[in-house]
T-cell receptor
Framework: GENVEQHPSTLSVQEGDSAVIKCTYS??????FPWYKQELGKRPQLIID?????GEKKDQRIAVTLNKTAKHFSLHITETQPEDSAVYFC??????????????FGTGTKLQVIP | DSGVTQTPKHLITATGQRVTLRCSPR?????VYWYQQSLDQGLQFLIQ???????AKGNILERFSAQQFPDLHSELNLSSLELGDSALYFC?????????????FGSGTRLTVV
């Protein structure tokens, strides 16, 4: 089955600096890669996603890149702000039988933005 | 409000007891997924239903069971509870069998077993 590894597990950056979180996946059939942000005590929320036919996607201060050959994808947050502090989860989704997409989550990265 | 409703928000119960967690998916979503998140841990996939049928099972214990009803709401039943079952239980929904457009998570049920 799919295996998703996420690094680093914790990340501290100064406000205004950039943060990068990296994930690798094992199943070359994976074709959809969402990222979720989970603030303390709250539900995970989808913040950005990318499909396998795209190499990069950007939404304001966040961007995601995908390297299918190397089977890794990354989340980039620029000009970090204290409200970016949260746990970020990557995920890889691949087709399974019966039209079902199986989603595998990474283990999460706790990002702390220091004011 | 994400549109996915989970009840109750908090639950405190004793070891050996049985509880039922409820989830109503977002309007129009046919798939429901259950996840367990222990303290400072990741999201452990338990089970998925699509339009009333079980579609996939993850690391779900035999003491746990779930179902999805004709109105698409789902219930997760946890029995013979142990201290280690204390966790945040999330329900998520999506419109199709997979999650090609991402999940929408509910706010979770925090279960404390004492």
């Amino acid at each position: 089955g799919e295996n998703v590894e996420q690094h680093p597990s914790t990340l501290s950056v100064q406000e205004g600096d950039s943060a990068v979180i990296k994930c690798t996946y094992s199943d070359s059939a994976s074709n959809y890669f969402p990222w979720y942000k989970q603030e303390l005590g709250k539900r995970p929320q989808l913040i950005i996603d990318i499909r396998s036919n795209v190499g990069e996607k950007k939404d304001q201060r966040i961007a995601v890149t995908l390297n299918k050959t190397a089977k890794h994808f990354s989340l980039h947050i620029t000009e970090t702000q204290p409200e970016d502090s949260a746990v970020y989860f990557c995920a890889a989704s691949n087709p399974s039988s019966g039209g079902y997409q199986k989603v595998t989550f990474g283990t999460g990265t706790k990002l702390q933005v220091i004011p | 409000d994400s549109g996915v409703t989970q009840t109750p928000k908090h639950l405190i119960t004793a070891t050996g007891q049985r509880v039922t967690l409820r989830c109503s998916p977002r309007s129009g979503d046919l798939s429901v997924y259950w996840y367990q998140q222990s303290l400072d841990q990741g999201l452990q996939f338990l089970i998925q239903y699509y339009n009333g049928e079980e579609r996939a099972k993850g690391n779900i214990l035999e003491r746990f069971s779930a179902q999805q009803f004709p109105d698409l709401h789902s219930e997760l039943n946890l029995s013979s509870l142990e201290l280690g079952d204390s966790a945040l239980y999330f329900c998520a929904s999506s419109v199709e069998p997979g999650a090609n457009y991402g999940y929408t998570f509910g706010s979770g049920t925090r279960l404390t077993v004492v």
